[in-house]
Each structure stands twice: as structure tokens, then as C-alpha cells.
């Protein structure tokens, strides 16, 4: 009967054991998930800044379209980069880098 109750005394102090270091750890997993899905998400979105000021910048140099034209052309080619790299952000958010790289370009003159 000892060993029996023994045994338990040492499963209760295992599971003790095992619960106050999954309360320790399970907090520090959560924290690193998150913090690495925040730098996924700013790594795509400095991406998308990059091909727009590009693609905005190609724009610039066509002189036969109008402006709704080439923020539009400028809107599908950074679509088309996004498509190409399996990157999903939605269509407001790079008509947004877009029309703010074209304003960076044309503060600038010319140069982002």
C-alpha cells in the first residue's frame, strides 16, 4: 500500500512539476509566435512600399497616360509582384502605397 501511495505522491509532484513549467513556457511560446508574425507582416509591407515606389516611379516616366491610368497600371504591377511571391494584402492597402509613394515621388521630384 505504501508503494502505491508513494507512486502517487510522485505522479501528483511530476504533474505539479510539469504545470508550473507549461505556465512558465506557455507565455514565452505565445510571445514568440506573435513577435514573429509581426515581423512577417512588417517584412510585407516593407515590401509592398518598395514595389510601389518602384512602380510608381515607372508610371512616372510614361508620359501618355493619365494619372487614374497610371495609378492603375502602377496598382496591377505591384498586384502581379504580390501574386508572384504568394504575398496576400488586400487591394485598399496597396492603392494606399501606391498613391503615397506617387505623392513621395512628386515631393521629391522624382526621387524616393
Known amino acids: 500500500m505504501d508503494n502505491i501511495l508513494n507512486n502517487l505522491y510522485a505522479i501528483a509532484a511530476l504533474a505539479g512539476f510539469l504545470a508550473t513549467i507549461l505556465g512558465y513556457v506557455n507565455p514565452l511560446l505565445k510571445q514568440k509566435i506573435a513577435k514573429e508574425k509581426n515581423l512577417r507582416v512588417k517584412s510585407r509591407y ?22 487614374q491610368e497610371k495609378k492603375e497600371q502602377a496598382i496591377q504591377m505591384v498586384n502581379q509582384q504580390l501574386a508572384d511571391h504568394n504575398i496576400p494584402i488586400d487591394v485598399d492597402n496597396v492603392a494606399a502605397a501606391v498613391e503615397k509613394a506617387a505623392q513621395n515621388l512628386s515631393k521629391n521630384g522624382g526621387n524616393a
Open 46 to 67: 516593407e515590401l509592398l512600399d518598395t514595389w510601389a515606389t518602384n512602380a510608381a516611379s515607372a508610371m512616372q516616366a510614361v508620359s501618355d497616360l493619365p494619372g
